[in-house]
């Protein structure tokens, strides 16, 4: 009888796709930043001095310009960047930094609204945002990019219901 038994599998879940902005000002401004893994570039690009300093701060793979339309359709000026993922700390992890500020959330649904209100905070000068697993606008690309597609958001953020852990 056990032959016949089968064993039920979850489907696992689908790792997360990385972030990937685009658009020359957004590149740079995130590598200044120490955000960004790898750029983009479609070949055949002329000379632009925001080029250097990209070169000098990020890992820079040449693709053809139809490889780079896949990865970032739009408006990307012959850029792209993956960025280093964001990192969700538990609620003992954040306040173990001592964070002179921190910014708590409840109910932001909206990404932009989302992404605003962290950029903000990080003028502001805060350590952390204190993010609900629940009620709350995914931290996905949207959340990154500002008005001007600048990736600007405190390094800090918590997910999560009960304030012990983070998913």
């Known amino acids: ?9 979850r489907p696992r879940a689908a790792a997360p796709a990385a972030a990937v902005i685009h658009g020359r000002n957004a590149v740079l401004e995130a590598a200044r930043a120490g955000q960004v893994v ?4 479609a070949s055949g690009l002329g000379h632009d001095p925001r080029l250097d300093e990209l070169a000098r701060l990020a890992p820079i793979e040449v693709v053809p310009p139809d490889r780079l339309e896949a990865i970032a359709a739009g408006v990307h000026q012959g850029v792209a960047a ?19 500020l921190l910014v708590a959330l409840d109910g932001i649904m909206d990404p932009q609204n989302l992404g605003a209100i962290l950029r903000s905070a990080e003028v502001a000068g805060a350590g952390g945002a204190i993010i609900p697993e629940h009620r ?15 990736p600007r958001a405190v390094d800090a953020s918590v997910r999560g219901s009960d304030s012990s852990r983070a998913p």
């Open 1 to 9: 009888m056990s032959d016949r038994r089968r064993t039920r599998q």
């Open 136 to 150: 709350s606008a995914p931290l996905d690309r949207r959340v990154q990019e500002g008005d001007h597609r600048e």
């Open 38 to 41: 790898k750029v983009f570039q």
């Open 82 to 100: 993956e960025l280093k993922p964001r990192r969700e700390w538990t609620l003992k992890e954040l306040l173990a930094t001592n964070p002179t």
